[in-house]
C-alpha cells in the first residue's frame, strides 16, 4: 500500500501561485511514478502532469505547459506542483496519484493506483 497526503490548495487571484504537495509513504513507493490530476465541477478527472521518482521522465498536459512544475524531494518522500500564472480555468480539486506503469507516460486515470484525498484549488477572475 502506498498512501498519498495533498497540501497547498486555496484560494488565489488571476495571475497568482500555488504550490500543491504530496507525501507519499509506505511499501516501496519508489517503484512508483507519480502523477498531478485534476478535477473540475461536472467535468471528467484529466491528466496535468507526470514524474518518475527518478526525475528521468516529466510529462505535462498542453493545458498547463510553461505554466506548471512537477518536482520531487526523494528525502522528503514529496512530490510537488508549482503553479504559476494560474487562470479561473485552472480551478478544480487536485489530487495525486502513484502509478506502476512506465511507458508510454500513463495520462489516464484508471492507469494509476493509489490516490490522495485531493486538494482544493480555486482561481478567482
Known amino acids: 500500500q502506498v498512501q498519498l497526503v495533498e497540501s497547498g490548495g486555496g484560494l488565489v487571484q488571476a495571475g497568482g501561485s500555488l504550490k500543491l504537495s504530496c507525501a507519499a509513504s509506505?511499501?516501496?513507493?519508489?517503484?512508483?511514478?507519480m502523477g498531478w490530476f485534476r478535477q473540475a465541477p461536472g467535468k471528467e478527472r484529466e491528466f496535468v502532469a507526470h514524474?518518475?521518482?527518478?526525475?528521468?521522465?516529466?510529462y505535462y498536459a498542453d493545458s498547463v505547459k510553461g505554466r506548471f512544475t512537477i518536482s520531487r524531494d526523494t528525502a522528503k518522500n514529496t512530490v510537488y506542483l508549482q503553479m504559476n500564472s494560474l487562470k479561473p480555468e485552472d480551478t478544480a480539486v487536485y489530487y495525486c496519484?502513484?502509478?506502476?506503469?512506465?511507458?508510454?507516460?500513463?495520462?489516464?486515470?484508471?492507469?494509476?493506483?493509489?490516490w490522495g484525498q485531493g486538494t482544493q484549488v480555486t482561481v478567482s477572475s
Open positions: 496519484a502513484a502509478t506502476s506503469r512506465a511507458f508510454p507516460v500513463p495520462t489516464r486515470p484508471n492507469e494509476y493506483v493509489y
Open positions: 514524474i518518475k521518482w527518478t526525475g528521468s521522465r516529466i
Open positions: 509506505g511499501r516501496a513507493f519508489t517503484n512508483y511514478a
